[in-house]
């Protein structure tokens, strides 16, 4: 299977790391996020990437001209969802797919693989620790959770944090059954509202995140399901989070030699 590496977008809350290069690019521990993202993926045995590129997508090619690129030409105006479905005809037969500001280990990837099911996500079960020093990034940004077992029942910022069973870490496997359910579904909303239509929060279409979409399938029935990891995570989205993830992921690293 394909792994979809969502990378398109510049990181301003990063900033002055992303003046000159992608969010991705960022160094966590000695490696760059984007480095630990393929360790996770290839000791799996996954190393077919597909790279959704926009901002200063030469450099990312210049750097792992292994991959296959896609290029999100409108990528400063429109989000992840619209990003993610520019690499479409590398996902019908079933994927993986992961944001590219995130750490997280083997582990999650091996569990995800062992998924039986169309759609399944990976979720954080100590997400809360996390967010105790993240003034910057406040529990209310958390793509939160609620899981029944196995299945989700819910996926929204909205949700509130003592009802959450974790947070989405962006990792994602949909099977070639799955992916085929979730463009459909993609399809008829974009039938249905264009790009300026609302979907969740407030935002147009166009601005939507990968979540506002897997929340609406599961309210409409759609089957989704979910692998517990607890902890060995990082979203780093702010300078906080950068400085939270250099000292926390150097000691895993360490423990993990």
């Given amino acids: 299977m394909n792994v979809v590496l969502i990378g398109a977008g510049r990181g301003s809350r990063l900033m002055p790391l992303t003046t000159s290069q992608p969010k991705s690019f960022t160094t966590v521990a000695g490696k760059r996020i984007l480095d630990w993202t393929l360790d996770a993926f290839r000791k799996n045995g996954l190393d077919q990437f597909v790279f959704v590129s926009g901002y200063l997508r030469e450099l990312v090619q210049r750097e792992y001209p292994e991959f296959t690129f896609v290029e999100n030409t409108d990528w400063a105006n429109n989000n992840i969802l619209f990003s993610l479905l520019y690499a479409r005809e590398h996902m019908t037969d079933g994927f993986y797919s992961s944001y590219t500001d995130t750490l997280f280990t083997a582990d999650a990837v091996r569990e995800l693989m ?17 967010y105790r020093f993240r003034s910057e990034h406040p529990e209310s940004d958390g793509e939160k959770m609620v899981a029944e077992g196995d299945r989700v029942v819910r996926v929204s910022r909205e949700i509130v944090s003592e009802e959450a069973s974790g947070e989405f870490t962006g990792v ?14 993609y399809d008829d909303l974009r039938g249905s509202l264009g790009t300026e239509g609302v979907l969740a929060e407030g935002r147009p279409f166009r601005m939507a995140y990968f979540i506002h979409q897997l929340d609406r399938m599961i309210q409409e029935g759609a089957d989704v399901h979910c692998v517990p990891v607890p902890g060995d995570y990082h979203e780093i989205d702010t300078l906080q989070d950068y400085e939270l993830a250099k000292g926390d992921w150097t000691r895993f690293a360490e423990n993990r030699e």
């Fill in 172 to 185: 994602i496997k949909m099977t070639a059954a799955g992916a085929a359910q979730f463009l459909e579904f």
């Fill in 114 to 130: 062992d998924s039986p099911y169309g759609i399944t996500l990976v979720m954080d079960t100590e997400w809360r620790d996390r």
